[in-house]
């Protein structure tokens, strides 16, 4: 579903993805770990091709995405999904607009049909009833289940999500998570996980990535990453840190 090969991009003198290898299979949940500032929102990016890279390859599907027209990405973007860290709601629109959003501005479906598609979209995520709420209404968990709505309510085949479970707590994370892993194989959909929580990649991951130094360090089940002695990963994994500092 997903190849990056070779993938370097600098911004000046920064020199962030130093050649990232990966290979993400069809419907896998990956989850892609690493520092804060380590690249992982940079190789997203040009994962939906909205970078291009200096040097190497973005394959979705078998089709080279790295340096295409605009036009020709919009018709591989129709196939993903985003849900961004802070659910990027828009506030001025009722919880049923937000996630109809997209099939609205697509104009294919009636209204009816929308109302019907929103319905069941929002009992998927467990907010039945809940289409005439508002944003301000909710609080950051469901506000992070209606952005779920609506990034999967058109069925893509690959949903990527930012940190999906920052600023929640504990339990409402947890929630998150296993709802996460639920979509992933009701609707058997690729799923590509940006996180920095250890209990996310336990709940979610089937393949871990672990992306340090621009370069992918480790590939591994999240059993293998947990029970790694490598001094690296062990000291991310349990969030060590030492003056030598071995991640910088």
């Known amino acids: 579903m997903i190849k990056v090969s070779g993938l370097h991009k600098s911004f000046g003198t920064q020199h962030v993805l130093q050649g990232v290898d990966m290979e993400i299979q069809t419907g896998e949940a990956a989850i892609i770990v690493g520092r804060s500032g380590g690249g992982k929102s940079v190789l997203l990016k040009h994962i939906t091709g909205l970078i291009q890279p200096d040097q190497g390859q973005v394959f979705i599907n078998g089709v ?53 598609k929103v319905a069941e979209t929002l009992e998927l995520v467990d907010l039945n009833g809940m289409q005439h709420k508002w944003p301000s209404d909710l609080s950051g968990g469901m506000k992070k289940r209606v952005g779920l709505a609506r990034a999967i309510i058109h069925n893509p085949s690959i949903v990527f999500y ?7 707590d504990p339990v409402v994370s947890d929630s998150i998570d296993h709802l996460i892993r639920r979509i992933c194989d009701i609707r058997q959909v690729t799923t590509v996980v940006i ?11 089937e393949k871990v990535y672990m992306l340090v130094n621009g370069k992918i360090y480790l590939t591994a089940t999240p059993d293998e990453l947990f029970a790694s002695q490598d001094p690296v990963v062990y000291k991310f994994v349990n969030g060590i840190s030492d003056s030598e500092d071995v991640l910088s």
């Open 64 to 116: 080279d995405i790295s340096h295409l027209e605009e036009r020709e990405l919009l018709k591989i973007r129709r196939d993903m999904a985003v849900m961004f860290q802070g659910a990027a709601l828009f506030d001025s629109m009722s919880v049923g607009e937000n996630v109809g959003f997209y099939l609205q501005r697509e104009g294919k479906m009636t209204s009816g049909e929308i109302e019907k």
């Open 162 to 168: 930012d940190e999906p479970t920052a600023g929640l």
């Open 195 to 205: 996180t920095h929580d250890m209990r996310t990649v336990r709940t979610v991951g």
